[in-house]
T-cell receptor
């Protein structure tokens, strides 16, 4: 049972525009959410996180929004750059999952120069 | 130091070989993880160690044997693997269950 879902397997955006990556979850106990960026044959790199007590967290060009009632989070990248082209995974955890993180299936972002 | 270091970066082994993957972190994290990742798929949890004790084993076949010699080191011993076990094996660590999960660069394993 996939508790964290990324329904868009791929996304293409022009350089300089906004990229919006979406993630949905089913477990209302999740209280911490993370976004990772992954290049082929490399480990995922942590990008940004948000706890359930917030609805927005910003770090430079990256902003994560959390809508708890909709069980939905999104990652906004503004402005998008060609170097942002990668696969993006969202992940979620809850205090009672025994240090377990659940990952979405990933969205492949291509930023077109 | 915010690194998780994995060795080797690449490993090719036969189905009768015995090899080990190693992972090290010096961030004082008390939870360490092994994940397996196939191309275009999310990381798949294999094992979690909390305070050097195995806390989660996601029904992983016994040909994969984890070991946590101390709070900074995590090994994955491999024996009698199958070609379908070829994947990127990722080590990760975290301090709390709701903290950041830091990944190593992975060990690319090919089983012939």
């Amino acid at each position: 049972d996939q508790q964290v879902k990324q329904n868009s397997p791929s996304l293409s955006v022009q350089e300089g525009r906004i990229s919006i990556l979406n993630c949905d979850y089913t477990n209302s106990m999740f209280d911490y959410f993370l976004w990772y960026k992954k290049y082929p044959a490399e480990g995922p790199t942590f990008l940004i996180s948000i706890s359930s007590i917030k609805d927005k967290n910003e770090d430079g060009r990256f902003t994560v929004f959390l809508n708890k009632s909709a069980k939905h989070l999104s990652l906004h990248i503004v402005p998008s750059q060609p170097g942002d082209s990668a696969v993006y995974f969202c992940a979620a955890s809850a205090w009672d999952t025994g240090n377990q993180f659940y990952f979405g299936t990933g969205t492949s972002l291509t930023v077109i120069p | 130091d915010t690194e998780v270091t994995q060795t080797p970066k690449h490993l090719v082994m036969g189905m009768t070989n015995k090899k080990s993957l190693k992972c090290e972190q010096h961030m004082g994290h008390r939870a360490m993880y092994w994940y397996k990742q196939k191309a275009k798929k999310p990381p798949e949890l294999m094992f979690v160690y909390s305070y050097e004790k195995l806390s989660i084993n996601e029904s992983v076949p016994s040909r994969f044997s984890p070991e946590c010699p101390n709070s900074s080191l995590l090994n994955l011993h491999l024996h009698a693997l199958q070609p379908e076990d070829s994947a990127l094996y990722l080590c990760a660590s975290s301090q709390f269950s709701t903290g950041e999960l830091f990944f190593g660069e992975g060990s690319r394993l090919t089983v012939l």
